[in-house]
Nanobody
Framework: QGQLAESGGGLVQAGGSLRLSCKASRYIFSVNARGWYRQAPGKQRELVAAITSGGSTNYADSVKGRFTISRDNAKNTVYLQMNSLKPEDTAVYYC?????????WGQGTQVTVSS
């Protein structure tokens, strides 16, 4: 659909930080929640973090205390600040908007954490 575009991925050493951004190309109506998912090779896609329209957040246990999801409604952008990165965080990270009309996905951005 091309409605969401992620950026900010890359190669970082363990212990480093990255900030991912997901910008919507237009205003998307009836958003229940915005989230970040990731998929490592040979594994299923998993939820990393999500923020509801009301501002509530939830995180996978594996990233609690290290990752922070936030949004800027004026910029139609959601962010994922990732600190204290570990090699096991290596994956393709996808942005998702969950709406009443269905889900929107970005194309993904690669995050690689070297040990």
């Amino acid at each position: 659909q091309g409605q969401l575009a992620e950026s900010g991925g890359g190669l970082v050493q363990a212990g480093g930080s990255l900030r991912l951004s997901c910008k919507a190309s237009r205003y998307i109506f009836s958003v229940n929640a915005r989230g970040w998912y990731r998929q490592a090779p040979g594994k299923q896609r998993e939820l990393v973090a999500a923020i509801t329209s009301g501002g509530s957040t939830n995180y996978a246990d594996s990233v609690k205390g290290r990752f922070t999801i936030s949004r800027d409604n004026a910029k139609n952008t959601v962010y994922l600040q990732m600190n204290s990165l570990k090699p096991e965080d290596t994956a393709v990270y996808y942005c998702n908007y969950d709406t009443l009309g269905g889900g929107y996905w970005g194309q993904g951005t690669q995050v690689t954490v070297s040990s």
